[in-house]
T-cell receptor
Framework: TQLLEQSPQFLSIQEGENLTVYCNSS?????LQWYRQEPGEGPVLLVT?????EVKKLKRLTFQFGDARKDSSLHITAAQPGDTGLYLC???????????????FGEGTQLTVNP | ETGVTQTPRHLVMGMTNKKSLKCEQH?????MYWYKQSAKKPLELMFV???????ENNSVPSRFSPECPNSSHLFLHLHTLQPEDSALYLC???????????????FGPGTRLTVT
C-alpha cells in the first residue's frame, strides 16, 4: 500500500496553462516535501511545508499543506516548458518519526509542458 | 548544483561482475542515503547512514553492500547482481541532528545501472 498517492500520474498541457497536482494520504504527516526531477538527474528539493493550512509560493508555484496535514497540492500558474519534469511529494515515515531521517515518496506526477 | 556528486553516471555490468558506486557530498551534512528508482515505482530507500553509522537497512539483498568511511563519502558495492537490479541509484544527504532538517534531502544526479 502506497502511503502517499499522487494524482494525476501524467499531465500534458500547453505553455501558459494553469495546473494543480495533488498528494494525498490517509496518514498525518509532520511535514511534506515537494521535489522536481528532470530526466537524467536526481530530485531537487522545491519546498517543505510544516504547518496545517500553510501556503508557500515559489515564483509561479504555489504549495499548500492541508489543514489536517494529510494532503498537499502544487499549483503552477502560466506553465512554461522549463516546468517539465517529475514532481514528487515525500514525507517522514509516520511510524518512525523519532528516527528522524526516513522519507516515503509518492510515485510522482510526470508533467509535460508543450511550447 | 546540489553539492552531491555521484560516479559513474552510467554503468553496464554483467551478473558476475563486481563494481562500486561512489557518492560525495560537499554540504557538510551528517546523514547520507542510497535510494533505488525503477520505472513506474516510487523511490525506494535502501540504506541510511547517520554520522557514519548505518541506521537503516531496508531489507536490501546482500548483493548490495554499503560503505561509509566518513560523513562526506558513501559507496555502494555491487556483486552478482540480477537483471531486475537495473535502475537509477540515487545518493542523498541531509543534516543529521535536527529532525526537521533531516527530512530535507539533497540528491545527486544518480548512476544509471544496467545489469546484463
Amino acid at each position: 500500500t502506497q502511503l502517499l498517492e499522487q494524482s494525476p500520474q501524467f499531465l500534458s498541457i500547453q505553455e501558459g496553462e494553469n495546473l494543480t497536482v495533488y498528494c494525498n494520504s490517509s496518514s498525518v504527516f509532520s511535514s511534506l516535501q515537494w521535489y522536481r526531477q528532470e530526466p537524467g538527474e536526481g530530485p531537487v528539493l522545491l519546498v517543505t511545508v510544516v504547518t496545517g493550512g500553510e501556503v508557500k509560493k515559489l515564483k509561479r508555484l504555489t504549495f499548500q499543506f492541508g489543514d489536517a496535514r494529510k494532503d498537499s497540492s502544487l499549483h503552477i500558474t502560466a506553465a512554461q516548458p522549463g516546468d517539465t519534469g517529475l514532481y514528487l511529494c515525500a514525507g517522514p515515515f509516520p511510524s518512525k518519526e523519532t528516527s528522524g531521517s526516513r522519507l516515503t515518496f509518492g510515485e510522482g506526477t510526470q508533467l509535460t509542458v508543450n511550447p | 548544483e546540489t553539492g552531491v556528486t555521484q560516479t559513474p553516471r552510467h554503468l553496464v555490468m554483467g551478473m558476475t561482475n563486481k563494481k562500486s558506486l561512489k557518492c560525495e557530498q560537499h554540504l557538510g551534512h551528517n546523514a547520507m542515503y542510497w535510494y533505488k528508482q525503477s520505472a513506474k515505482k516510487p523511490l525506494e530507500l535502501m540504506f541510511v547512514y547517520n554520522f557514519k553509522e548505518q541506521t537503516e537497512n531496508n531489507s536490501v539483498p546482500s548483493r548490495f553492500s554499503p560503505e561509509c568511511p566518513n560523513s562526506s563519502h558513501l559507496f555502494l558495492h555491487l556483486h552478482t547482481l540480477q537483471p531486475e537490479d537495473s535502475a537509477l541509484y540515487l545518493c542523498a544527504s541531509s543534516q543529521g541532528e535536527d529532525q526537521r532538517l533531516s527530512y530535507e534531502q539533497y540528491f545527486g544526479p544518480g548512476t544509471r545501472l544496467t545489469v546484463t
